[in-house]
């Protein structure tokens, strides 16, 4: 692992660069990689908008992960969860003016509505969590979003089984890491 000041990149996350990099033919893994750090930004600008503090940004294979020096409240830690996917969904919309900005418009849609999905170690799972705690307290926000995780999970294993079928692994490789992620503790 690398540590840079507040910034930890680990080998998984060169591992992954380097390898879609060699794969890249489009030039579409720095514009995906673009989208992917304008959404950390929109997270970050908000937590620190909304009184928190992070501590380290740690770059795995998998996306990026925001340590906070203290918890925020359930409406603040909502809002900084819907900063991420709000950053893509206006880039996607401003870069359809653009001449030849389709393909990071479409980048920054897909990005926002994978991360919407109400599944816990995703942007829209909490958010989720959070509404249902507020409503309901943390306890019921819990036992729910374990339910809609697992159900999420195999849908997602399902459909990513029938693209990659027909050559498309992203779906699946997504899916696997959810997966791996109902086994360890948020």
């Known amino acids: 692992m690398i540590r840079l000041g507040r910034v930890e990149i680990t080998g998984g996350f060169l591992l992954l660069a380097a390898w879609l990099n060699y794969l890249d033919r489009s030039f579409l893994v720095p514009e995906a990689m673009l989208a992917c750090a304008l959404h950390e930004l929109g997270h970050y600008l908000a937590i620190r908008l909304l009184g928190g503090d992070v501590k380290i940004i740690r770059l795995t294979a998998i996306g990026a992960e925001m340590v906070l020096d203290r918890p925020l409240g359930y409406w603040q830690e909502g809002l900084s969860a819907l900063a991420g996917p709000g950053v893509n969904l206006l880039l996607a919309l401003l870069a359809c ?3 030849g900005g389709l393909v990071f418009a479409g980048l920054n849609l897909a990005l926002a509505l994978f991360n919407l999905a109400p599944m816990g170690r995703l942007d829209g799972g909490r958010v989720l969590y959070c509404v249902l705690a507020l409503l309901f ?12 995780d697992r159900i999420c999970t195999a849908a997602l294993l399902g459909a990513g089984l029938i693209l990659a079928g ?6 699946l490789m997504a899916a696997i890491w959810l997966l791996a992620a109902l086994r360890r503790p948020n």
């Not at 027909?166 to 779906?171: D, M």
């Open 97 to 99: 003016g653009w001449e």
């Open 137 to 148: 307290g943390p306890g019921l926000a819990g036992w729910a979003g374990r339910w809609l």
């Open 166 to 171: 027909i050559g498309n692994f992203t779906l």
